[in-house]
């Protein structure tokens, strides 16, 4: 055992490690683009409904953060994001279940479940990069985190579209004409595409959680990096609704996650609304992330030495406001495009937003990441209005709700981050 551990302490670094366990986000979390327009079709949803898949994984996000910093507390970071994966795994074994009985509600359990070890991951990992250096170039760490995650969102569309809808065309327009047992016996054998890289993914997972239990990964005090430089003005904060950067900043977070999820999750559908064949548009939430991985790039190469954190936010929330308006003015395969260019306005938001956010936290700092990661369930919520709209009206109508989140965005970007006034009273 022991040199088992040497071997993994020789090959690992935190940045490494680190950067591993961005991956593995990017790669579950962008799996639900294609789960959508897949369960859609093989348990028969409206948008609706195909929607809850986003928010049954990021609402755990909403109900387990505070409870995975009170663990943190606990455990220590390595061992809670051991337990994070362990989590994430018993999540995927969940899909195996719903697969073979083809319901959707085990399928929405399983994505709750692998929600509540990502928000655990995320409490841990986030913090983590942002005061691993300097506070300043705390955005170009993350965006470097963000290329670990966009590689694994551009290839896990890919590879689970490649598996599960392979031929969804010709299902579609076969199951339309079937009798009702002809039709559950090709729906079912389309539900089991997805139970070889669901066992594939949850034994990834448990190994990925005994290489970080054994890692060299150190703890660190997140409170004492963090701390408010002024003592005096620290030892008079009683309470987390004491900061109001921070405070605006989940707000922020809320909306920013949801605009980023609909910009995933919907342009398949979007792209089939438009008359893009599956064959096609299976593809297509694999543009929106590369865009990310181009922003990405970007922040790298100018954080901070030639652009600023808070800069560089609001020359997202601008490009978010153009790439949105030109998708709603524009027709068929451009409009698709604009809609994958969000990714490159959503980008640098994430990376932005969370050290604006919680710096001078101080004694706070683990309750205030646990509010942030709370506020990622805003890509449960948003979504699901987009779909509710989408149903009423048309999917492209529908992509209106983002023009409002990202004037938000502009807001923060210039004025709410500066707010350092009490919003309570003692007494």
Same mark, same amino acid.
């Not at 990069?129 to 290839?155: D, F, H, Q, Y």
């Not at 003005?233 to 605009?259: A, C, D, M, R």
């Not at 109508?397 to 990202?406: D, F, N, Q, S």
């Given at each position: ?38 369960l859609k079709i093989a ?190 003005? %620290?030892?008079?904060?009683? $309470? &987390? ?6 405070? +605006? #900043?989940? =707000? @922020? ?10 910009a995933g999750n919907t342009i ?78 959503? %980008?640098?938001?994430?990376? $932005? &937003? ?6 001078? +936290? #101080?004694? =706070? @700092? ?62």
């Open positions: 055992m022991n040199r088992f551990k040497n071997f993994l302490n020789n090959i690992s670094s935190p940045i490494v490690i680190i950067g591993t366990l961005f991956f593995v986000f990017g790669f579950i979390t962008w799996l639900s683009a294609v789960l959508v327009p897949y348990c028969e949803l409206n948008n609706f409904q195909s929607y809850l898949v986003a928010f049954s994984f990021y609402i755990a996000y909403f109900f387990m953060s505070v409870p995975s910093g009170w663990l943190l507390e606990y455990t220590g970071y390595k061992k809670g994001m051991t337990t994070g994966l362990v989590i994430m795994a018993v999540g995927s074994l969940v899909f195996v279940p719903a697969a073979l009985t083809r319901t959707y509600w085990l399928f929405l359990t399983g994505l709750f479940i692998q929600g509540a070890g990502m928000a655990l991951l995320q409490t841990a990992s986030n913090p983590y990069v942002t005061i691993i250096g300097p506070i300043e170039s705390a955005a170009k760490r993350i965006s470097i985190m963000g290329i670990c995650n966009g590689v694994a969102g551009v290839l896990a569309p890919a590879i689970l579209g490649f598996v599960t809808l392979k031929g969804a065309d010709e299902i579609v327009e076969k199951v339309a004409t079937m009798s009702l047992q002809e039709k559950n016996l090709q729906l079912d054998a389309l539900a089991s595409r997805v139970i070889i890289p669901y066992i594939l993914i949850m034994v990834s997972l448990l190994i990925l959680a005994v290489f970080l239990y054994y890692s060299n990964l150190p703890d660190i005090d997140a409170d004492k990096e963090n701390a408010i430089v002024d003592e005096e003005e %620290s030892n008079k904060k009683t $309470s &987390i609704f004491q900061f109001p950067h921070l405070l +605006l #900043g989940v =707000f @922020t977070i809320f909306l920013y996650t949801g605009v980023e999820v609909i398949i559908s979007y792209g089939v609304y438009l008359k893009i064949p599956i064959a096609t548009a299976k593809f297509f939430s694999s543009f929106t992330i590369f865009a990310m991985l181009v922003g990405y790039l970007i922040g790298i190469g100018t954080i901070p030495k030639y652009l600023k954190q808070k800069n560089a936010l609001v020359v997202s929330s601008i490009l978010g406001l153009i790439f949105a308006s030109m998708a709603l003015l524009t027709h068929g395969f451009t409009s698709v495009m604009f809609i994958a260019l969000l990714g490159l306005a959503n %980008s640098l938001m994430w990376p $932005s &937003i969370w050290p604006l956010a919680i710096t001078e +936290l #101080g004694r =706070f @700092t683990k309750i205030g990441s646990s509010m942030m990661v709370m506020a990622i369930s805003g890509a449960a919520v948003l979504p699901l209005l987009y779909g509710r709209i989408a149903d009423i009206s048309t999917p492209k109508t529908a992509y209106w709700i983002v023009i409002p989140i990202y004037l938000w965005v502009f807001y923060y970007a210039t004025h709410g981050h500066k707010i350092r006034v009490k919003v309570v009273n003692n007494k």
